[in-house]
């Protein structure tokens, strides 16, 4: 299956400075979400943003959305210690595509420095 | 918020030997359950899906006779390696979805495979 890719695909910033991760994707989706992985754990579902919507807002995170160009950002402000980890975006495939399952992408590994 | 558990958390085997791993929904019914595989650094690549009742479905080169699937109730769906190889050494994690899985999926914690 195709998969999205992210960049970067490693990221390094220092507690209380944003965190920028990008997103892009190939088929027409339904909609397209965010997890986040800490080492060796399962998927934590961050939020969910729909193909008819730019742009959504959960407490510290800020997704946007943009279909013409296929990609999506994740934005996290004002970033913790406690948010080092791995994030995907997975996109939720259309209706015509016969396809059911979430398509990950590459990840983002961020680290944020106390 | 909907919980679902995977058993065990993380499993040693001799190769040749057989590993199944459960994965349950433990709040709600899911009609759907997905079975992925996460290699180290790497993205999660879906190996099946599962429907209750009904035969999974695999994706391109995910050899079913190797990853037994049986989804025997709306709860529960397991996942047999057969013959374990070091190769199939890996972090195998499923997810569980109340309708058609184009939405939010719940995803269990996990469980790491070392295969000697």
């Known amino acids: 299956s195709q998969q999205g890719e992210e960049d970067p695909q490693a990221l390094s910033i220092q507690e209380g400075e944003n965190a920028t991760m990008n997103c892009s994707y190939k088929t027409s989706i339904n909609n397209l979400q965010w997890y986040r992985q800490n080492s060796g754990r399962g998927l934590v579902h961050l939020i969910l943003?729909?193909?008819?919507?730019r742009e959504k807002h959960s407490g510290r995170l800020r997704v946007t959305l943009d279909t013409s160009k296929k990609s999506s950002s994740l934005l996290i402000t004002a970033s913790r210690a406690a948010d080092t980890a791995s994030y995907f975006c997975?996109?939720?495939?259309?209706?015509?595509?016969?396809?059911?399952?979430?398509?990950f992408g590459s990840g983002t590994r961020l680290q944020v420095q106390p | 918020g909907a919980v679902v558990s995977q058993h065990p958390s993380w499993v040693i085997c001799k190769s040749g030997t057989s590993v199944k791993i459960e994965c349950r929904s433990l709040?709600?019914?899911?009609?759907?359950m997905f079975w992925y595989r996460q290699f180290p650094k790497q993205s999660l690549m879906l190996m099946a899906t599962?429907?209750?009742?009904?035969?999974?479905?695999?994706e391109q080169g995910v050899e079913k006779d190797k990853f037994l699937i049986n989804h025997a109730s709306l709860t529960l769906s397991t996942l047999t390696v057969t013959s374990a190889h070091p190769e199939d050494s890996s972090f195998y994690i499923c997810s569980a979805s109340l309708t058609s899985g184009r939405e939010t999926q719940y995803f269990g914690p996990g469980t790491r495979l070392l295969v000697l």
């Open positions: 599962s429907n209750e009742g009904s035969k999974a479905t695999y």
């Open positions: 709040d709600f019914q899911a009609t759907t």
């Open positions: 997975a996109t939720g495939p259309g209706l015509d595509t016969g396809r059911r399952a979430l398509t």
């Open positions: 943003i729909r193909s008819n919507e």
